[in-house]
C-alpha cells in the first residue's frame, strides 16, 4: 500500500488528518494526489473528499499525470524532477511558497500544471514565517547565502535557463535569488517587497516575532534593490487589479527594482494564483509568462492591467508523450 | 451572551485566530471588533479559506484539546457563532 494512504490512516483526530494534509499540499507530487485517489475508499470521507478536492483541482487543465519526484536537498528545499537521464536540456525554475508554505494553491497542483518534461522544480519555504528576511531555515541564513548554497548544491550550468516564480512572501525573493543566479526571468505573484513602509512589518509584530536591529536593517534592503535592478532578469510582478495592497506591492517593485507590473481585472484579493487555476489558464498562465518570448508577453506601459481573456488557450496542444500534458482545456 | 463558559471559548477562538498562520494582518478597526464580545466577526472577513480552517482546528485541539472538525468551522462561521457552539450555548442566546 502506499506509505501516504498508510499515513492517513493511522491518524486518529481530526488535528491528526490536517496536519497530514496541509503536509501533503505543500510537499506532495501530483503521482502521490493521484495515489491517494486510488485507495479513497479505504481513507475517511472527509479524507477522501479532500483528496478528491486536490486531485480536481489537479486536472482543472491537464489529464496526465506529470510524473515528477521529490528528490529533498534540505529540510525546506526540494528538487522536483522529471528526469531519467536522457533527457534533453531542461530549464530550472526556482519556486519560493509564501507564508502558507505553497505557491497560493497546493504543490501538486502547481507541478501538475507546469510541463514536467521542460521543467526541474527546486522548491523553497521559510516556515519560520519571516519571508525569507533571514533565508530558508536550516539552508542558509539570508537570501544572498541561498543563492551561493543552490549553485554549490545544483549543477547550474546544467540547465538550459533558469526561471524563478515566488507568491505572496515569497515574490520578493523570486526576484533576489533570481536576479542574483542570472535567471532569464523572475516572477512574483500577489508580492510585495519588505520595508518599514509596509503592513507585513505590522504583522510579524503582531505575531510576536523579533524585528530588532539585525533584522530590520533596511537600508539593506535600499542597497539590495539596487543591486537587483541593474542586472539582466527580467522581473514579472503579477497582482489582481482590484486588490489595492497588492497593487501597491507591484508599484513598489515597479520603483525599487524595475520589475513590470502586470495586473489581472477581476482580482479583488490576494491568492491570485487560485483565480486563474479556477479559470482553468494555469497552464496556459505558466506557458505564457514561464516560457513565452518576453518581448511578446510584456505589455506595453499602459496596457498593464489584463484581462483574463487575454489567456487565450491554444486552439491545439501538441502531445508531450508520456511526461507531457497531453489534453488541456478538457472540461 | 456574557456566561463565563461563553467568554473563555471566545478568548480560545481568538487565541487560534491569532496563531493561524495562514490569516493575513488585521486592520486595528477589526481588532477591536474581534476583542469586542457584544460585536461579532466572521470568519470570511477575517480571509478564511480551507487551510485556515484546518489550522484553526489543529491549534484548538493542540492547545486546548478541543477536538473539531473543519465542516463544523464552516457551519459556525463567525468568532460569536464558534465561541457559542464550543460553550454549549445558542448563538441567538
Not at chain 1, 472527509?46 to 486536472?59: D, H, L, P, T, Y
Not at chain 1, 539596487?226 to 532578469?233: E, H, K, L, Y
Not at chain 1, 510584456?298 to 486552439?315: H, I, K, Q, Y
Amino acid at each position: 500500500m502506499n506509505l501516504l494512504v498508510e499515513h492517513f490512516m493511522a491518524c486518529r483526530t481530526p488535528a491528526d488528518f490536517y496536519r497530514l494534509q496541509i503536509l501533503t499540499e505543500c510537499d506532495a507530487t501530483p503521482n502521490d494526489i493521484a495515489s491517494l485517489s486510488r485507495y479513497r475508499t479505504m481513507l475517511p470521507p472527509e479524507v477522501s473528499a479532500w483528496s478528491e478536492n486536490i486531485r480536481a483541482m489537479m486536472f482543472m487543465q491537464a489529464k496526465t499525470v506529470q510524473p515528477f519526484r521529490r528528490e529533498l536537498i534540505s529540510r525546506n528545499v526540494a528538487l522536483y524532477t522529471t528526469r531519467n537521464g536522457q533527457d534533453a536540456p531542461r530549464d530550472l525554475l526556482l519556486a519560493f511558497c509564501g507564508l502558507a508554505d505553497r505557491l497560493q494553491v497546493p504543490v501538486p497542483v502547481v507541478l501538475q500544471h507546469l510541463d514536467g518534461s521542460r521543467f526541474d522544480v527546486l522548491l523553497l519555504r521559510d516556515p519560520s514565517k519571516r519571508i525569507y528576511l533571514q533565508g530558508v531555515p536550516e539552508y542558509a541564513p539570508d537570501l544572498g547565502l541561498v543563492a551561493e548554497r543552490i549553485r554549490r548544491d545544483i549543477d547550474l550550468a546544467g540547465y538550459r535557463s533558469v526561471r524563478s516564480i515566488g507568491t505572496s512572501g515569497g515574490g520578493w525573493a523570486s526576484f533576489t535569488v533570481g536576479a542574483m543566479l542570472g535567471a532569464e526571468r523572475a516572477v512574483s505573484m500577489s508580492g510585495k517587497p519588505p520595508g518599514p513602509t509596509f503592513h507585513l512589518v505590522r504583522m510579524w509584530e503582531k505575531r510576536g516575532y523579533s524585528l530588532n536591529d539585525q533584522h530590520a536593517d533596511f537600508a539593506i534592503f535600499e542597497r539590495l534593490y539596487g543591486s537587483i535592478a541593474v542586472r539582466s532578469t527580467r522581473l514579472l510582478a503579477f497582482f489582481g487589479a482590484d486588490h489595492q495592497p497588492d497593487r501597491d506591492g507591484a508599484e513598489a517593485f515597479e520603483q525599487l527594482v524595475g520589475a513590470v507590473g502586470i495586473g489581472f481585472r477581476g482580482v479583488d484579493h490576494h491568492n491570485l494564483m487560485f483565480d486563474i487555476l479556477k479559470r482553468k489558464l494555469l497552464a496556459t498562465f505558466f506557458d505564457r509568462y514561464l516560457t513565452g518570448d518576453l518581448d511578446e508577453i510584456v505589455p506595453p506601459p499602459g496596457e498593464r492591467l489584463l484581462d483574463f481573456s487575454s489567456l487565450e488557450p491554444p486552439a491545439a496542444r501538441p502531445d508531450l508523450g508520456t511526461t507531457g500534458r497531453q489534453a488541456l482545456n478538457a472540461s | 451572551m456574557t456566561s463565563p463558559a461563553y467568554l473563555a471559548m471566545r478568548e480560545r477562538v481568538l487565541a487560534a485566530i491569532a496563531a493561524n498562520p495562514s490569516i493575513g494582518p488585521n486592520s486595528p478597526a477589526m481588532l477591536e471588533r474581534m476583542n469586542d464580545p457584544a460585536r461579532d466577526c466572521s470568519f470570511e472577513e477575517l480571509g478564511f479559506d480551507s487551510l485556515a480552517r484546518m489550522e484553526f482546528c489543529i491549534f484548538l485541539e493542540t492547545e486546548f484539546g478541543i477536538t473539531l472538525t473543519s465542516g463544523e468551522v464552516e457551519t459556525r462561521p463567525s468568532i460569536n457563532a464558534m465561541a457559542a457552539y464550543l460553550a454549549g450555548e445558542s448563538a441567538a442566546g
